[in-house]
């Protein structure tokens, strides 16, 4: 059974940084894209960051207008473990953090083609 369980939620004030840990069991991930979103309360699901599996000059990523350039995606396939560090924290980037995982080489949609899914760790950032 696949199990994808993501850990390091908290509070935190604006400006601090949390790092998002997601383990994976079941089966292995390294040739897969993995990925963060986050639902805050009262709105859609949305991409937050995702990392291709490691081609011959490394891992792609993607980052989301809102996050670029504050939060870093990373994994360790030999921990099958993904992460998500977050610097910067706005109280715009409250919500609940999900890890996704998928079946393909490459997601379809992009950003939407995921097939696993953890149960989400909480993120609050104060103001």
């Known amino acids: 059974q696949v199990q994808l369980i993501e850990s390091g939620g908290g509070l935190v004030q604006a400006g601090g940084s949390l790092r998002l840990s997601c383990s994976a069991s079941?089966?292995?991930?390294?040739?897969?894209?993995m990925a963060w979103f986050r639902q805050a309360p009262g709105k859609e699901r949305e991409f937050v960051s995702a990392?291709?599996?490691?081609?011959?000059?490394?891992?792609?990523?993607d980052y989301a207008d809102s996050v670029k350039g504050r939060f870093t995606i990373s994994r360790d396939n030999d921990k099958n473990t993904l992460y998500l560090q977050m610097n910067g924290l706005r109280p715009k980037d409250t919500a609940v953090y999900y890890c996704?995982?998928?079946?393909?080489?490459?997601?379809?949609?992009?950003?939407?083609?995921?097939?696993?899914w953890g149960q989400g760790t909480q993120v609050t950032v104060s103001s």
């Open positions: 079941g089966r292995t991930f390294s040739s897969n894209p």
């Open positions: 996704a995982a998928s079946k393909a080489d490459i997601p379809s949609p992009p950003r939407d083609g995921y097939d696993y």
């Open positions: 990392i291709s599996r490691r081609g011959w000059s490394g891992y792609l990523t």
